[in-house]
């Protein structure tokens, strides 16, 4: 997930919001069993152990962006896609004890680097797996997206209504803003709980619901079943 987004305001309070999240990660992990992650996760060919994996190999991605903002020595996020891959794959079938070990301290590696980042360096350029280039100051969104997103993909009781207001505040005009810039059929989404209102493309039709349930069907977490109005066709969310 590389989707721009809305700046918080001050990184202090991004990293709180990212280590809060976390916290509800890994308290909904914890409740696990091992036998649980071999089940399916909600991402195709993907299970509950993949999807920890993914995330703890995401973080140490996301410090190898901090280190570059810091130190200005290019370090990709990865080595490469093979190896991206390769790693979630060995990763997932270890027992729960050694995934949770895994990602809460892949989780404070990156959370302890992002705290002491010198501010002069956050503006500076990084470039993530897709390539596309973005200030330092993107990562903990970058972060944020993972954790809460995946958070739902661990299929374990937590859904999209469970993100904050806060996180949904963001999210839905990010993916309006994807979706408008990938093309495609148009159509106005319109958040009954909120008043928020996005146009992609030229609207054909409108689809209305909570706003937390539109973020979770434009970036393919749901079939959209509880929202209103003709819902097309979409394609996968970058």
Known sequence: MTSEAPELTG???????VAAATARLLHTAEHLQDA???DPSLLPGWTRGHVLAHLSRN???LVNLLLWARTGIETPQYASAFLREADIEAGAPR??????EDLAAASERWLSLARVMPADRWPT???NRAGGEVPATRVPW???LEV???HVDLNSGYTPADWPSAFVDRLLPVTVADRAAAGGPGFTVRATDTGYTGVVGEPETEITGPAAALAAWLIGRSPGTDLTGDLPPLTAWK
């Open 11 to 17: 990184i202090p309070d991004r990293l709180d919001t």
């Open 36 to 38: 649980d992650l071999v």
């Open 59 to 61: 973080a140490d991605s």
């Open 95 to 100: 027992p729960l004890r050694e995934q949770l």
């Open 125 to 127: 350029p990084v470039r």
């Open 142 to 144: 970058m972060r944020l």
């Open 148 to 150: 809460e997103i995946h």
